[in-house]
């Protein structure tokens, strides 16, 4: 099928690019009709004579054939050739048409979005013909909605909305689960998608567009509907299914795209089909109810929505060889936590109870060093006094050990922020870059970890998931080379990191490396990430084994016992 969709898709930008440019509306609308047919077209087109499709004429058909022949389509290059990078985007932008992307474009040289936007705040627009201060504020609004759709929301956010609507859900439906990205745990989200299924399927959607903090109703069928949230402005989408389609509506509906296409293959080879409602053997449903079904009449084993990517794991899956992916049980510690001390907002007490009460093991209190002076850095005489107060804490507090850690600064030549009879005193040492993001990192930090007293490499590549890129750095160098000094890659767990991510851990396991999950947490509040720790360790594959505070404290293999 992926042939057909991919020419449909070049007609579809064809036409959009003529239209733009103003051509003669006949020739437009034959490459859209084109581009309809093919999509809805059930066969592989390369399996057949396009001329022989009802809708497809001469000129199409050539152009379909050239495609399959070379990979292109010459008239396509032809169109491109003068129309700016990113101006066809803004067709998206509600109010904007093909019509009025031409005016932008021809007077007022608008090429892509930032120029859009800058027009726009001149308030250049009204004074086109045809405009007027309606029309220039309705565009205005369709920039605004399509930036806000468009960026990608944390993963910590979609999860804190899923969860407010699915509670009031619970009560009304049979089963309610967060599907599509958010299932898979991966570290940012395009839209967010519900499913749920029970008997009565308009309580459900009444219960849902009820919610307070629905702001408006974008879309409302009998089984779908789909609204804008006040909190966050973010697009919610509900879908319910029949109890016969549950499991595969969720398989369906978790994706990932490219596994539900290999999933589809699957079905295909054994003469089967698979969609939303179910696995079919011509009219019949052999399959739907339970995901574990679904999966095993394709001969697949079930396996965890983190995994469902595309990246081997059907094969895997096939072969019986899926690993056993750790889970939040499996946690016996968190070491990356600040206190009052440093930028915390919360004393080690405090910080030690509320651990002690997720049922830890222990807690490393790794606050800042001396250079970090803007996040109140400790000084050698503060961080005694400090380790004296933990000792306090301790005596007060059983049941859970407290640990002496620092995220020690590595500074510009890649040496640390203490002296080496400081290091050696502490329980364990992450080392940590804060300062010049752009001046030699790798090698800043291949030499921070000769240091024999460091255990742990602190949010490796930098980078924040809503703003900053992160460090100018080569992370395959570094990751090989904490594999091989046997220093702990850090998969920080904080919101707005989740650094490592699911790509990063893969490469780093196929080193040799192992990991920390640390919450970096400011306050108690933030131990709850770990939650994101370990959806992000699990899209990376890793089992208990790979992740170090999983062990027993005495346990735990460190650079320094080994
Ligand atoms: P997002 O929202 O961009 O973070 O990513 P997803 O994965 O949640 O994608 P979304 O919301 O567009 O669609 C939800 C799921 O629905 C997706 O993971 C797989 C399934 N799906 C969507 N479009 C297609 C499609 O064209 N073909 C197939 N086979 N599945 C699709
Ligand atoms: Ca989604
Ligand atoms: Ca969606």
């Known amino acids: 099928m992926g042939k057909n969709t991919e020419i449909a898709d070049i007609f579809e930008k064809i036409a959009d690019a003529l239209e733009v440019k103003g051509?003669?509306?006949f020739k437009i609308n034959a490459y859209r009709k084109a581009a309809k047919v093919l999509r809805e077209y059930s066969e592989d087109i390369s399996a057949i004579e396009p001329t022989e499709i009802a809708g497809i004429g001469k000129g199409m058909a050539e152009k379909i054939e050239e495609y399959l022949k070379t990979g292109k389509i010459k008239k396509y290059e032809e169109v491109m050739a003068d129309i700016p990078e990113g101006l066809l985007e803004l067709l998206n932008i509600s109010n904007v048409g093909p019509k009025t992307l031409q005016l932008l474009h021809k007077e007022l040289g608008v090429n892509n979005l930032a120029d859009l936007e800058k027009v726009l705040k001149e308030g250049?627009?009204?004074?086109?013909?045809g405009m007027g201060e309606k029309k220039e504020e309705n565009i205005s609004k369709g920039v605004f909605l399509y930036k806000a759709g468009k960026a990608r929301m944390p993963l910590a956010v979609a999860l804190r909305v899923a969860k407010e609507f699915i509670k009031p859900l619970s009560g009304v439906s049979e089963s309610v689960y967060p599907a599509g990205s958010i299932r898979r745990m991966k570290e940012t989200i395009g839209d967010i998608d519900i499913l749920a299924t029970g008997d009565n399927v308009k309580d459900i959607i009444e219960t849902f567009v009820r919610q307070p903090y629905v702001k408006?109703?974008?879309?409302?069928?009998d089984t779908k509907v789909s609204v804008r949230t006040s909190f966050e402005d973010r697009q919610v989408d509900l879908r319910v299914v029949e109890k016969e389609s549950w499991g595969a509506a969720l398989v369906y509906f978790t994706g990932s795209k490219a596994h539900n296409i290999k999933l589809r293959g699957l079905a295909k080879d054994k003469g089967l089909k698979i969609n939303e409602y179910g696995v079919f053997k011509g009219t019949e449903r052999i399959a739907g109810r339970t995901e574990k079904d679904v999966y095993k009449t394709l001969g697949v084993r079930w396996m965890p929505p983190e995994m469902r990517e595309d990246r081997g794991e059907i094969e895997l899956a096939i072969e019986g060889k899926l690993p056993i992916l750790i889970e939040q049980e499996n946690i016996r510690g968190d070491l990356h936590i600040h206190s009052n001390y440093s930028d915390g907002t919360e004393s080690i007490e405090t910080m030690v109870l509320a651990a002690k009460g997720l049922g830890y093991e222990y807690i490393g209190i790794s606050d800042h060093s001396k250079s970090s002076r803007i996040a109140g850095g400790l000084s050698e005489e503060r961080l005694k006094r400090r380790n004296e107060e933990i000792d306090r804490v301790q005596d007060r507090i059983k049941g859970i050990k407290i640990l002496k850690g620092m995220e020690v600064d590595i500074l510009s030549d890649g040496r640390l922020d203490?002296?080496?009879?400081?290091?050696?005193?502490?329980d364990f040492v992450i080392a940590a870059v804060h300062q010049g993001f752009t001046k030699n990192v790798s090698k800043r930090m291949k030499t921070a970890m000769d240091n024999p007293w460091v255990d742990i490499l602190a949010h490796p590549t930098g980078w924040l998931l809503s703003w900053r890129e992160g460090y100018n750095i080569n992370i395959e160098e570094v990751m090989e080379y904490a594999a091989e000094k046997g220093v702990l890659l850090e998969i920080n767990a904080s919101y707005n990191r989740l650094d490592l991510n699911d790509v990063n851990i893969m490469k780093a396991k196929t080193y040799g490396a192992k990991f920390m999950i640390?919450?970096?947490?400011?306050?108690?509040?933030?131990?709850e990430d770990m939650e994101l720790g370990i959806g992000t360790a699990r899209r990376g594959w890793l089992e208990s084994k790979d992740v170090f505070n999983t062990y027993r404290w005495d346990d735990i293999p460190l650079r320094r016992r080994r």
């Open 518 to 527: 640390g919450t970096d947490s400011h306050n108690t509040g933030m131990l």
């Open 418 to 426: 203490y002296s080496d009879s400081i290091l050696e005193e502490l």
């Open 23 to 25: 051509d003669i509306i």
């Open 124 to 129: 250049k627009l009204s004074g086109l013909p």
């Open 216 to 221: 408006e109703i974008l879309a409302k069928g």
